[in-house]
């Protein structure tokens, strides 16, 4: 419903924006900005977003819990893009003032978000920066977001190939999700739980996980969500060798990354992509020759 609303009104939204910036009526514009980072997120608006909280940012530059919130928007739609680098620094401040107003669950969001932008260069540093904000979640009682960090770590474990402890997270994951109250989280975690059939060789039921995590995103799931899970079926279907199927799930998640500006997503589309071309082709072939 908001979502929606928040759609039909991003033109006034953006007038605002505009006139709060030209009227150097800073604090609105911050607290605006703010406001709005949740949409631009899961609409994928990654680039406009981060325009416009850099712009509110500099204008600024005080200490406050409002800077922090803009902060934290800033650095997850950095990383949404891929630009983990550039995102760091908005996490790394965000969580500083976070502690210094003794906002846990700020700190909690920020931690999840710094682990992120870490977890490629230092796994480490991001498995301690998940599991600290975990811990804070859970003494918070939210369990939406415990449920999200539990699969966090349970992908973290499955690219580690400790596949004991990532079904371990998973299924504690799922005794806190519900997929009527939360569809985006439930389908992260039959995203982890494809993923192990996968590996271990079970691609029809990765494929059964997979179509309904895709039917739970269709109908409130984020861009990018979406993108991925296209990405996995495409990868999917190459496994199964329905090399048709694959082909459309991969283009869509191509498209979606491209409209997103999202360079890793689009990669990993594109790769997926070749691989079924080439599949076909050979099997093609294959079939003239015998």
């Avoid at 940012?57 to 680098?85: D, V």
Wanted: glycine share 8%; with cysteine.
């Amino acid at each position: 419903k908001w979502l929606t609303a928040l759609d039909a009104e991003q033109e006034n939204l953006r007038a605002a924006l505009d006139w709060t910036n030209a009227q150097q009526m800073a604090e609105k514009d911050l607290q605006l900005a703010a406001a709005l980072g949740p949409f631009w997120r899961h609409r994928g608006h990654y680039s406009e977003g981060r325009q416009r909280l850099v712009a509110a940012l500099e204008h600024n530059p005080e200490p406050s819990l409002l800077r922090a919130q803009a902060l934290l928007w800033a650095g997850i739609l950095a990383r949404s893009q891929g630009e983990m680098a550039e995102a760091q620094p908005f996490c790394t401040e965000s969580l500083a003032l976070f502690r210094r107003w003794n906002d846990g669950l700020g700190e909690a969001q920020a931690l999840e978000n710094l682990g992120w932008t870490c977890s490629n260069a230092d796994r480490a540093e991001a498995i301690r920066c998940f599991q600290e904000s975990l811990a804070i979640y859970r003494s918070q009682g939210r369990t939406e977001d415990s449920g999200r960090l539990l699969t966090t770590l349970g992908q973290m474990a499955r690219e580690e190939s400790n596949l004991e402890w990532a079904y371990n997270y998973l299924s504690e994951a799922l005794q806190f999700v519900h997929s009527d109250n939360d569809a985006q989280g439930y389908a992260r975690i039959l995203n982890g739980l494809a993923e192990l059939a996968s590996l271990a060789g079970d691609y029809e039921q990765t494929a059964h996980l997979l179509v309904r995590s895709l039917a739970l995103l269709n109908s409130g799931g984020s861009r990018q969500d979406l993108a991925w899970i296209h990405c996995g079926l495409a990868e999917n279907c190459w496994h199964r060798r329905a090399f048709s199927e694959g082909l459309t799930h991969g283009a869509v998640g191509a498209q979606i990354f491209r409209e997103l500006g999202s360079d890793r997503g689009l990669l990993i589309a594109l790769h997926h992509l070749g691989l079924l071309w080439l599949a076909r082709i050979l099997d093609a072939a294959g079939s003239r020759a015998g």
